[in-house]
């Protein structure tokens, strides 16, 4: 039998393949992953609840107008000035059980963390960059508290922890650091209101 | 002539390309690993505001979006300049994110809907009014774990 030899497929244009392949790929990535402000809605409620009564001291209400202007607590206010304002009012400690605290104990402002509520209301004509703002620097003002009190009691901020429950590599027992973690989050709990 | 030709040696030996196509592949591969497909084409303005203290959303598959903003160049003349809801591919009314979210649910698994989140994806030039809207509607059919879509910056960002 006659020996046939196949013929050599040509793979010059391979790499030409690839290529088209390649930029296709390249173009259609994103590499970004979402990112943004968790929140929790509150549940709607069908039939009428009882009203719970929360003192005013207990509250802080943070109102965004039409023209994007800030008002806490009945007075005008910068952007900048709210964070420090919400760390002082939620850090208060004013009934004396909150023995962590490291407030004024201002009688007239909020009694512990566990029970200071902050309220966020905004007009229909608010923008939603200027909302998202306030968002932002009242869970920093949370986030800084917590970071102050993991920092005392554990030694590591609270950011550092939420990193590395998540983090592979870290080493160390993350069962714990979950317990601490919530730990902190019941010290000083997120409550923050959105009303409509 | 050719005597001369057959002396000549001076000039650089070619590049092997047998290799080119091996590193092209590995790249390729790198791509097609890392790529994830857009899954909506954007009939809005979706500019995100920023925020430093932002939380990355871990599981893709589990979170719905909705966008919001002003129709862009070509839909101006159709819906007007006032900021409208999207949702998958389309324009759609705040009536009709009940139904959005009830399919999105039939989508997954049981034991998945409640880690569902939605994503809202709001421009930042848009007015909180839609917004609440769209926060009561997700209230009505229970989709209460929302995360407001933004980008990690400085905040004087938000008013340009």
Known sequence: MAKRASPEVNAGSMADIAFLLLIFFLVTTTMEKDSGINRKLPPMQDDEQEDVIIKQKNIFTVLLNNKDQLLVEEELMELKNLKTAAIEFLDNGGDGSCTYCKGKRNPKSSDNPDKAIISLKNERKTSYGMYISVQNELVAAYNVLRNKRAQQEFGMSFTEMQKNVKDVNWVGNKEKLKEQIDQIKLEYPQKLSEVQ | ?160
């Open chain 2, 1 to 160: 002539m050719s005597k001369f030709k057959k002396k000549k040696d001076g000039g650089l030996p070619p590049i092997n390309t047998a290799s080119l196509p091996d590193i092209v592949f590995m790249l390729l591969f790198f791509f097609m690993v890392a790529t994830v497909m857009r899954e909506n084409t954007l009939n809005i303005e979706n500019r995100l505001p920023s925020a430093t203290e932002v939380e990355k959303l871990e599981k893709k598959n589990l979170v719905m979006y909705i966008y919001i903003g002003k129709p862009s160049r070509n839909y101006k003349k159709k819906y007007g300049t006032e900021a409208r809801i999207q949702l998958n591919d389309k324009f759609a009314e705040v009536s009709e994110i009940g139904a959005f979210i009830a399919a999105e649910r039939a989508d997954k698994r049981e034991e998945e809907i409640p880690f569902l989140i939605t994503s809202l994806k709001v421009d930042k030039k848009a007015n909180m009014g839609i917004v609440g809207d769209v926060k009561q509607e997700l209230r009505k059919v229970n989709a209460l774990k929302i995360n407001y879509a933004a980008i990690k910056g400085d905040v004087s960002r938000n008013r340009q």
